[in-house]
């Protein structure tokens, strides 16, 4: 049996055409974290956000599964990504909602959302829109891999 949750957005085109016809955040509901065994089985979503109120939220392609963000979410930016199917987080340094793309134009497109075993972590399945998703304009912000020197030393990095 698999430790994974799978929320699907029905329509996340829809949601954004009929902004005005929106479901207000207050009606998507989190349920309670009651025990172990209610947190891994139930089908109830509970997430558990740290002690900032953060869950961490990794966005990969929808269609490849390449990884290509990793960013934060708080209880608003999650039922802001259910409500418009588009990716908003929120961002640690500037302290604030974070909707991708609102300046950039380079929206992710929600087409699933994942939690594991015991909900404290997510993957956003995204159409990436509008270019890259790194604010260096690479498609990935995954585009480097850390190479271990075989006999110590001074750890690299590589481009991919």
């Given at each position: 049996?698999?430790?994974?949750?799978?929320?699907?957005?029905?329509?996340?085109?829809?949601?954004?055409?009929?902004?005005?016809?929106?479901?207000p955040l207050s009606a998507y509901q989190f349920g309670t974290r009651d025990s172990k065994l209610t947190i891994e089985?139930?089908?109830?979503?509970?997430?558990?956000?740290?002690?900032?109120?953060?869950?961490?939220?990794?966005?990969?392609?929808?269609?490849?599964?390449?990884?290509?963000?990793?960013?934060?979410?708080?209880?608003?930016?999650?039922?802001?990504?259910?409500?418009?199917?588009?990716?908003?987080?929120?961002?640690?340094?500037?302290?604030?909602?974070?909707?991708?793309?609102?300046?950039?134009?380079?929206?992710?497109?929600?087409?699933?959302?994942?939690?594991?075993?015991?909900?404290?972590?997510?993957?956003?399945?995204?159409?990436?829109?509008?270019?890259?998703?790194?604010?260096?304009?690479?498609?990935?912000?995954?585009?480097?891999?850390?190479?271990?020197?075989?006999?110590?030393?001074?750890?690299?990095?590589?481009?991919?």
């Amino acid at each position: 049996m698999s430790n994974k949750s799978i929320f699907v957005l029905a329509n996340p085109v829809a949601a954004l055409i009929s902004k005005t016809s929106m479901i207000p955040l207050s009606a998507y509901q989190f349920g309670t974290r009651d025990s172990k065994l209610t947190i891994e089985e139930d089908l109830t979503f509970a997430p558990k956000f740290d002690d900032h109120g953060l869950i961490a939220a990794m966005a990969v392609d929808a269609e490849t599964n390449e990884p290509l963000m990793l960013a934060y979410m708080n209880e608003e930016s999650l039922r802001m990504t259910l409500q418009l199917g588009q990716a908003v987080y929120y961002s640690r340094s500037r302290q604030t909602l974070w909707h991708k793309g609102a300046t950039s134009g380079e929206f992710q497109e929600v087409l699933e959302i994942r939690t594991d075993c015991d909900q404290d972590a997510l993957i956003l399945k995204v159409n990436q829109r509008g270019g890259g998703c790194c604010h260096t304009k690479r498609a990935t912000c995954f585009y480097r891999k850390v190479i271990s020197p075989e006999s110590g030393g001074l750890v690299k990095l590589q481009k991919v």
